[in-house]
């Protein structure tokens, strides 16, 4: 008998991805969105599939599944500092009601629940870099605040059922993931930096540069969830990749990748934007034996042969 999971946010980039991923590994996927952030051309290609569903639901609303469900992973969430600025109560409310409505499913239906949590609850970092144990930095009030807590919310509400309910629970704290499907006027560097390069635009970078991300491919993010769920470990796990870079040093590489002759300008850094970001995944390392493989010039390739695909509607298209 294949094994039934519901994925949340399954038409978003990340959930997109896990979508074929347990399609491929022979599970029956229920997919679940309101597409708010996400397309359905990220998923269109599993429609036709005997294993495949879709609904169309806010999961911040009661959720029903009719059926079995033997896991659930909750992507559902605005991620981009823009669209949940944009959005800001529809980002609380799917980190904490929804999330709360996704572990009173998963009791119901003695399923495992995974939520993606984020290195966003550490918020801007005085420990570096950032394992699990660290507690973190977060301005409740600040603009940030609203995505930052929710998801902190969202770990200790997960917790509570873990501990109260005996319920199966699995956390993962994702670094800045990146790779085809991302929304390219999400306002996230990568599709910021490639879609500029395109268009020929000048390259925009917030602050002077000398902030860092530590950029994972996303092949490798759905590698470590999947072990990740598969395991015995109900703890926060870190999946990221810790090769680190400024992002003035990466405005250059984009530059020279893409060929384009476009310059850098420099604009106001955002609002408690964190200065340094790397995860610490000696934890991933030990108990999933996960790593990341492939490194930043691959999975840029990768990211913009993607996006050079695009039709040139898509290419100009802006939301914010
Ligand atoms: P995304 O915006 O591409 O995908 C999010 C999806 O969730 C979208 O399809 C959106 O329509 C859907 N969604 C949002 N609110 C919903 C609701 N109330 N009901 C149903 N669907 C809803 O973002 P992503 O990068 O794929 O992120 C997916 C998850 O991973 C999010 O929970 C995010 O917080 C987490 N995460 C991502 C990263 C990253 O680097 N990509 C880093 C940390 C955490
Ligand atoms: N950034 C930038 N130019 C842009 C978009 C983002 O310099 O056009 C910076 C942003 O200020 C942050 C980093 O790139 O320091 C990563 O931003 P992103 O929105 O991708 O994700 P974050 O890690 O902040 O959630």
Redesign the pocket.
């Known amino acids: 008998m294949k094994k039934r999971v519901l994925i949340t946010g399954a038409a978003g980039f990340l959930g997109s991805h896990l979508c074929d991923r347990f399609i491929k590994e022979g599970y029956r996927v229920v997919a679940m969105d309101n597409l708010i952030t996400g397309d359905l051309k990220n998923i269109e290609h599993l429609f036709p599939h005997e294993d495949f569903e879709f609904y169309n639901h806010d999961v911040s609303n009661y959720v029903h599944v009719a059926g079995d469900v033997d896991y659930i992973l909750h992507f559902a969430s605005p991620?981009?500092?823009?669209d949940y600025l944009k959005i800001p109560i529809q980002t609380l409310k799917v980190g904490s009601l929804g999330t709360h409505n996704l572990l009173g499913l998963a009791k119901a239906k003695n399923a495992r629940l995974l939520i993606a949590s984020?290195?966003?609850i550490y918020g801007d970092p005085l420990v570096h870099p950032q394992d699990e144990s660290y507690y973190g930095n977060v301005n409740t009030i600040g603009p940030?605040g609203v995505y930052d807590e929710a998801k902190r919310f969202q770990e200790s509400m997960t917790m509570a059922y873990h501990r109260f309910h005996g319920l199966e629970t699995r956390i993962v704290r994702i670094f800045?993931t990146y790779g085809p499907r991302m929304r390219l006027n999400d306002?996230?560097?990568?599709?910021?930096?490639m879609g500029?390069a395109l268009r020929g635009e000048d390259?925009?970078?917030?602050?002077d540069?000398s902030?860092?991300?530590s950029f994972c491919y996303v092949d490798d993010q759905v590698e470590g969830i999947y072990r990740l769920l598969l395991s015995d470990y109900s703890d926060p796990v870190n999946i990221g990749n810790p090769n680190e870079i400024t992002?003035g040093d990466?405005?250059e590489e984009i530059i020279s990748m893409t060929g384009t002759d476009q310059k850098v300008v420099y604009?106001d850094?955002?609002q408690d934007?964190?200065?340094k970001?790397r995860p610490d995944i000696s934890l991933a390392k030990k108990i999933l034996d996960w790593e990341p493989k492939v490194g930043r010039e691959e999975g840029m390739k990768l990211t913009y042969d993607y996006f050079k695909s695009l039709s040139t509607a898509e290419l100009n298209k802006r939301d914010h």
């Open positions: 991620a981009s500092p823009i984020t290195s966003e940030r800045n306002g996230r560097v990568i599709p910021a930096f500029q390259i925009t970078v917030f602050g540069g902030q860092t991300r992002i990466f405005a604009r850094l955002p934007d964190p200065l970001r």
